[in-house]
């Protein structure tokens, strides 16, 4: 595994509980919640490029942006015949 330097992050307690929702939601760590959206966002902005020369999975158009809202997902019942 890559070599990590620690990094003291001040953050609003808000954006931090629900960085911690997210993560939990993702079956992630709070560390590396943090550290998936920031590699996200620095290749979606051409800052890094992705390591492993493939393809990631990026966001759709302004999500992540301010303001921007998730459309939500219709749910998934299960069909029956009648």
Avoid: C, V
Avoid at 19 to 43: K, M, Y
């Amino acid at each position: 595994m890559a070599e990590r330097k620690p990094y003291l992050l001040r953050i609003d307690p808000t954006i931090l509980d629900a960085l911690r929702r997210w993560a939990d939601d993702e079956l992630r760590s709070l560390n590396g919640q943090i550290e998936f959206l920031l590699r996200e966002r620095l290749e979606a902005a051409g800052r890094m490029k992705n390591p492993a020369g493939g393809s990631r999975r990026t966001l759709p158009s302004g999500e992540g942006q301010p303001g921007h809202r998730a459309e939500s997902k219709p749910s998934r019942k299960p069909q029956r015949d009648e």
